[in-house]
Antibody, heavy 121, light 103 residues
Framework: QLQLQESGPGLVKPSETLSLTCTVS??????????WCWIRQPPGKGLEWIGS???????YYNPSLKSRVTISADTSKNQFSLKVSSVTATDTAVYYC?????????????WGKGTTVTVSS | EIVLTQSPATLSLSPGERATLSCRAS??????LAWYQQKPGQAPRLLIY???NRATGIPARFSGSGSGTDFTLTISSLEPEDFAVYYC?????FGPGTKVDIK
């Protein structure tokens, strides 16, 4: 059974870089059938799609975040990662990693439990 | 960019009642729309993909319909565990959600 688990610091200072890792078990991120993505949810608000990566390294980012976001993958560890630079309080959110099914048109069929990141000094 | 709107924002119903949730896209998305359920403190769960296909393990009381710009998620008879927030999604766009709460 495929499982995804987010990990990383729960507290990040303003202007610094938020770094999270998603560890995938029960399946391989090198699969040619899926992409791997990050989604976030600010407290009390809706879902915001951040971006995704294919095993080949190809990425697709939300245009509104593209200048600050980097998603990378380590196939040897079966992990993929998220970096958000120059964070502010508006980046405070629960961050989810998920498996993305579909190419141009897609949906997220398996999700991690999420990890809370607070941006505060 | 496609904008998804959901209505109503809140739906107050009793267990056993039928729930009808709407998602409207600002331009045609063909049948490429998904629905998710999210309970407090939990990750979203995929319910429906490609407008009308139930995801693995999703009960038959959940059904999706629509194409183009107008889509509907129907819960035929609400169970206590169905009270939650429901989101529609098309590519990198999510709707704002509909909360189904107990009347």
């Amino acid at each position: 059974q495929l499982q995804l688990q987010e990990s990383g610091p729960g507290l990040v200072k303003p202007s610094e870089t938020l770094s999270l890792t998603c560890t995938v078990s029960g399946g391989s991120i090198s699969s040619t059938s899926y992409y791997w993505c990050w989604i976030r949810q600010p407290p009390g608000k809706g879902l915001e799609w951040i971006g995704s990566i294919y095993y080949s390294g190809s990425t697709y980012y939300n245009p509104s975040l593209k200048s600050r976001v980097t998603i990378s993958a380590d196939t040897s560890k079966n992990q993929f990662s998220l970096k958000v630079s120059s964070v502010t309080a508006t980046d405070t959110a629960v961050y989810y990693c998920a498996r993305r099914a579909g190419d141009y048109y897609f949906y997220m069929d398996v999700w991690g439990k999420g990890t809370t990141v607070t941006v505060s000094s | 960019e496609i904008v998804l709107t959901q209505s109503p924002a809140t739906l107050s119903l009793s267990p056993g009642e039928r729930a009808t949730l709407s998602c409207r896209a600002s331009q045609s998305v063909s049948s490429y729309l998904a629905w998710y359920q999210q309970k407090p403190g939990q990750a979203p769960r995929l319910l429906i993909y490609d407008a009308s296909n139930r995801a693995t393990g999703i009960p038959a009381r959940f059904s999706g319909s629509g194409s183009g710009t107008d889509f509907t998620l129907t819960i035929s008879s609400l169970e206590p565990e169905d009270f939650a927030v429901y989101y529609c999604q098309q590519r990198s766009n999510f709707g704002p959600g509909t909360k189904v709460d107990i009347k």
